[in-house]
């Protein structure tokens, strides 16, 4: 199932994984023009490099499916709460975004088209078909433009309130070799807007995963994070309903 605001993959089960990806597309619809450089839209500012492909992988399985932003979060960040400016961000690690600076009728207009729609459907997919787990997947830079501090972390696991699924994953993650930031590179307690909106308000279990770019930037990279997700969500997924 595809809309502007999203695309489905796979068919949601009941009580399986759901991967949400909020910001898994760098598409700028033709009559947008943010005024930035293009070469901009390949990264992170852009766009989650690598969670779109790896929610496709998942979704291949049976009993998982992916929900996935299908426009640039510079167009509009699903994972931020309405109210908020930043959800037609004018700037972005150092970068200003001038066709962002919307009156109020252009502000409402972006959210109309897009972030509404997008998270209505989540929210009815969810309801259509409960999962087990939702896991949110993103990705992060290996350090900001406007920092000189680097991220060691090959993953960070993010949450805010509801703690069970990371407890579990992160000892899961750290099995496999892995530098896994808690609460890194930035808190859940801070920034988990979407999980916030169709998680925590309902008490359903989620997994927040961040994963470093430079590791899912090719097709391979994808390929290992997409097995070793489907592995643990599995896991942690289980665990909680036992």
């Known amino acids: 199932m595809e809309h502007e605001a999203f695309r489905i993959l796979g068919t949601p089960r009941f009580g399986g994984i759901l991967v949400v990806s909020d910001h898994a597309s760098n598409r700028v619809p033709a009559d947008i023009d943010l005024g930035i450089a293009p070469e901009l839209l390949d990264q992170h500012v852009a766009i989650d490099i690598g969670v779109g492909a790896i929610g496709a992988i998942m979704a291949q399985r049976p009993g998982i499916a992916a929900f996935q932003g299908a426009v640039s979060r510079l167009v509009c960040d699903f994972n931020r709460d309405e109210h908020l400016p930043t959800v037609v961000p004018v700037a972005s690690d150092g970068h200003a975004i001038p066709g962002n600076a919307l009156d109020h009728a252009g502000h409402e207009a972006r959210l109309a088209r897009f ?116 592995r643990i969500a599995n896991t942690v997924a289980i665990a909680i309903e036992g």
């Open 115 to 230: 972030f509404r729609p997008y998270h209505q459907a989540l929210a009815a997919t969810i309801e259509a078909a409960p999962p087990a787990l939702i896991l949110s997947l993103h990705s992060f830079t290996p350090r900001l433009a406007t920092s000189a501090e680097p991220r060691p972390w090959h993953v960070g696991v993010l949450y805010n309130a509801d703690e069970r699924a990371a407890r579990l994953a992160i000892p899961l993650l750290e099995a496999e070799g892995l530098i896994v930031g808690d609460q890194q590179p930035y808190s859940g307690k801070l920034l988990n807007a979407t999980m916030n909106r169709h998680a925590e308000a309902d008490g359903r279990p989620y997994l927040g995963i961040e994963i470093r770019q430079d590791l899912i930037g090719d097709l391979a990279g994808q390929q290992e994070w997409a097995e070793r997700l489907v």
